[in-house]
């Protein structure tokens, strides 16, 4: 049997998108995603990676301590150096290089300082892919966050604090807020059907306490039927994927702590208050994403600039933004380097996620663009030079990773995201401050 591609399961008030099986009819090939994991404050550089003159190396078997929990997945990384967002610094407006690191970072427009309502940045890539790509996919874009931004008012020496709490930017003036309820992602996925928005039937089943596949089972079981053995296994994996993600959404709401770290505020029940068991939630809700093509494009903020956050999960008390102002201490830059290390190991869970991830003839990772990184590099001078990336992902077999290029000092950051719509199939003539295509991306 050949089904639509676009085929859904549906239940009372639900419509669960399907991952690409060999059953669905033309177009089969996967098509690119791309996303944008983001840290804030900066990074170690001197722990990330062993910076070179520019040129092209094989990434080695081993990685400086920061970075040393992707060495496993380095066939499947690119490092890029050298790479600058020139509109993150000062240009004459003093102060605020952490408001400017977060509006700067996907729009690569210097920010107008202003902590009132005229706020003035650019277009972020995602958001130029996201209006092009309009259409082609349920929702046009994704935007996460594991940490829930202050509302209004300046945060940064007079740059609003709505510079801080997205790095995603649908208009110059329109940021887009980012989502930190792992429940609203997930219902916003799985949840009512465009055809049957009635809260009342959806707020029935929630106190039922139903698992969202309970009422797609009719619907599941007559698909599985009639599938091949290779897209029975593919759905019946998906389907366990979606439980399990509902199930630790659950668990949350259930065991939802009262007491947090005096400088977080207390957010939604479905927020765990560690940061990785929170971090891993969104990741798998993106790969859900991904992998029903229910978006192309996403952004994800494991953070926001000049974070209050501690870390108590991994023994530090302390906030980190207050940390990465180090002067040169020694046990600051311990602890730095500690969230750094607890950081990546979040994106490592991506790579290994999207990795064994099936989609289509071969994995998420194989069709997918995924960038780490941070608007700083070093977060105790406010360098916006040499920032740290790596781009994880094949992007449909036009990227060669297991490689570390590092690009010429000032190198515009947007260079590397007009490459990256260009794969996309999102044709854009310039980007921000960009200077046209970063190369070496594919290889020498």
């Excluded at 207050?322 to 750094?340: M, P, R, S």
């Excluded at 290390?341 to 999207?354: N, P, S, T």
């Excluded at 190198?411 to 003539?429: K, Q």
Aim: aromatic share 6%; net charge neutral.
């Amino acid at each position: 049997m050949r089904i639509n591609r676009r085929a859904i399961l549906r239940g009372m008030g639900t419509a669960m998108g399907l991952p690409l099986l060999e059953a669905m009819a033309a177009p089969a090939k996967a098509p690119c995603r791309m996303a944008f994991l983001y840290v804030p404050n900066g990074i170690m550089m001197d722990q990330w990676i062993v910076d070179q003159k520019p040129g092209v190396t094989p990434l080695p078997a081993t990685l400086p301590p920061v970075s040393a929990a992707l060495a496993p997945y380095r066939k499947d990384l690119l490092f890029l150096g050298g790479l600058t967002q020139n509109g993150g610094r000062a240009l004459g407006d003093g102060p605020g290089d952490h408001g400017r690191a977060g509006a700067n970072y996907l729009t690569c427009v210097h920010p107008k300082k202003t902590n009132g309502r005229d706020l003035r940045a650019g277009v972020s890539v995602d958001q130029v892919a996201a209006d092009q790509l309009r259409g082609k996919t349920r929702l046009a874009s994704l935007e996460l966050s594991c940490e829930e931004g202050v509302q209004g008012g300046s945060c940064d020496n007079g740059y609003s604090c709505a510079y801080s709490n997205s790095i995603s930017w649908r208009t110059p003036s329109s940021p887009n807020p980012a989502e930190i309820r792992p429940r609203a992602v997930f219902e916003r996925l799985f949840g009512a059907a465009d055809d049957d928005a009635d809260a009342g039937r959806r707020a029935r089943r929630a106190a039922y306490d139903r698992s969202i596949l309970d009422v797609v089972t009719g619907d599941a079981r007559r698909l599985s039927a009639s599938l091949g053995g290779a897209d029975k296994q593919k759905l019946e994996e998906y389907l366990y994927s979606i439980r399990d993600v509902e199930k630790r959404i659950q668990a949350a709401e259930t065991n939802a702590v009262t007491v947090r770290p005096p400088n977080m505020a207390a957010p939604d029940a479905s927020v765990p208050a560690d940061l990785g068991e929170h971090a891993k939630l969104m990741i798998d809700l993106l790969a859900l994403a991904f992998q029903t093509d229910s978006t192309r494009v996403a952004t994800l903020l494991l953070a926001l600039e000049q974070s209050p956050r501690a870390y108590p999960e991994i023994g530090i008390p302390e906030a980190h933004h207050g940390l990465t102002h180090h002067q040169g201490d020694a046990e600051k830059i311990a602890k730095v380097i500690q969230i750094n290390q607890y950081h990546v190991k979040q994106f490592a869970y991506l790579v290994e996620k999207f990795g064994r991830t099936p989609d289509g003839e071969g994995t998420l990772l194989d069709h997918a663009m995924v960038t780490y990184g941070s608007g700083l590099s070093d977060g105790n001078a406010h360098d916006h030079a040499n920032l740290p990336m790596v781009l994880a992902g094949r992007g449909g077999g036009t990227i060669r990773p297991g490689r570390f290029v590092r690009y010429a000092n000032e190198t515009p950051m947007a260079n590397l995201f007009i490459a990256m719509l260009d794969r996309m199939g999102v044709r854009v003539d310039k980007l921000g401050d960009s200077t046209g295509e970063l190369g070496y991306l594919s290889g020498l």
